[in-house]
């Protein structure tokens, strides 16, 4: 994976969750937003869609809506599940490309598209099929079109919870309330000391639980020698994405133990994560190992997360750490590298996730990566508590006022001036 896919990747995960940000009254409702915004962007280059929803009695799928430039289907069009086989292999699948077989269909000028599941289960006597399935047509069908229906099929299905969850949140509450002191519980305290560098973290979460995680991993064997520094972000929200961090923060302390190659960590998370969550795949993780090599080499690798900020003191400069590798579970099988950086006496890595960077004001400007940079700069001299919490405080008080929050986690790494 090249690293303009990666970032490609990422933004049509940013774009995606920005059209399923909002108020519907149903399931339908919203998916006919999705798929009207979704063919309607250029970005996407989708020219038609279409929903289908089961109705399993009569054993067939009913479209219940339409939109695009290519020919229209009458209404209420009703396709045998018997005879599009391909159908039984979507809840496995979740996204497959076809070569369409109805008559009519081809008649329209359907010839090949795309279809991904979303939505419910629904259990049968002959099969297992999604409540919904969303077609696609595009004038070419590549790798990254296919990438794309997933990231568009999980966060439909998100949604689509979120909406059913709504509806049954006082019944949930005191589970969400119990969710809430175990992931308090996951969290490391807030200081660390790991030889001449000084950490400080701390997540604050939009509501009760919520799908940031950050943790500090300790490996008995070479706990003097170096110590791994992971921050993760959930693509779900609420209670799903508190599910999600606490299998990340298992699995990391497991895998981290037996696991000394972190490509290959990297490797066996993504697989975890795409398997045991096949319907909210999406997981970003940033990883990083200090050693005590002479040069003070940090190791790192990067699952389509927001890029860390790397402030050099001695040149009073930054980068940030890209991805090297795409969104944890988007895929089975994904390869991974690993990257490095020195930190030299008084270098800062400012690790992060969106909702620091992605806070916005009532305008709607966002904080963004430069203010986030401008602070590192400003706060440079200070501890990392400190420091932490001071712009912790900055963002909070830019975003004073609007209604749209998310999880905000932020870990800052200092190494002595010595």
């Known amino acids: 994976m090249q690293y303009g896919e990666i970032v490609n990747q990422r933004d049509v995960y940013k774009l995606v969750e920005r059209i399923t940000t909002g108020n519907f009254k149903n399931e339908l409702e919203f998916l006919k937003h999705l798929v009207s915004e979704i063919v309607s962007n250029d970005q996407f280059e989708i020219i038609g869609g279409r929903i289908w929803e089961a109705n399993i009695p009569n054993g ?60 419910e289960i629904i259990k049968t006597a002959n099969g297992k099929f999604f409540k919904y399935v969303l077609g696609f047509n595009a004038n070419e069908i590549l790798q990254s079109f ?32 119990k969710a809430s002191e175990i992931q308090r519980n996951l969290l490391p305290e807030h200081y660390l000391e790991f030889q001449d560098y000084k950490i400080y973290g701390v997540c ?38 508190a599910i999600q961090a606490l299998f990340v923060s298992g699995a990391m302390r497991m895998a981290q133990a037996f696991t000394p190659k972190i490509s290959t960590l990297f490797a066996r998370l993504n697989t975890l994560i795409y398997e045991t969550f096949p319907y909210e795949r999406f997981v970003t993780l940033f990883y990083c190992e200090l050693t005590l090599t002479s040069n003070r080499l940090v190791l790192y690798a990067n699952a389509g997360h927001c890029a860390p900020i790397y402030y050099r003191r001695d040149k009073d400069t930054h980068e940030f750490l890209q991805p090297t590798g795409g969104l944890l579970g988007i895929v089975k ?19 992060y996730t969106d909702g620091i960077t992605e806070a916005s004001n009532k305008e709607g400007d966002f904080f963004g990566e430069e203010r986030l940079v401008e602070l590192v700069k400003k706060y440079k001299d200070l501890p990392p508590k400190e420091m932490t919490l001071h712009i912790i ?24 001036m010595n």
């Open 60 to 119: 067939t799928y009913i479209l219940r809506y339409q939109h695009g430039s290519v020919q229209k289907i009458p209404d209420n069009y009703e396709v045998k599940i018997s005879e599009q086989p391909i159908l039984d292999e979507l809840v496995e699948k979740r996204t497959t490309l076809n070569r369409e077989i109805d008559p009519l269909l081809i008649e329209k000028g359907i010839v090949i598209y795309s279809v991904t599941g979303v939505g």
């Open 146 to 177: 296919y990438e794309t229906l997933s990231i568009i099929s999980s966060f439909a299905t998100i949604t689509i919870q979120g909406l059913n969850s709504r509806q049954q949140q006082e019944k949930y509450q005191k589970d969400i309330t």
């Open 204 to 241: 604050i979460p939009d509501s009760d639980v919520g799908g940031d995680y950050f943790d500090y991993l300790k490996n008995n064997d070479d706990e003097e020698e170096r110590i791994g520094i992971v921050i993760s972000d959930a693509a779900s929200k609420g209670l799903p994405a």
């Open 333 to 351: 099988n994904q390869k991974f590298n690993v990257e490095n950086i020195i930190m030299r006496p008084g270098d800062i890595l400012a690790i």
């Open 393 to 416: 405080e900055n963002v909070q008080k830019f975003a004073t006022g609007n209604d749209y929050t998310d999880d905000r986690t932020l870990v800052i790494i200092k190494r002595d």
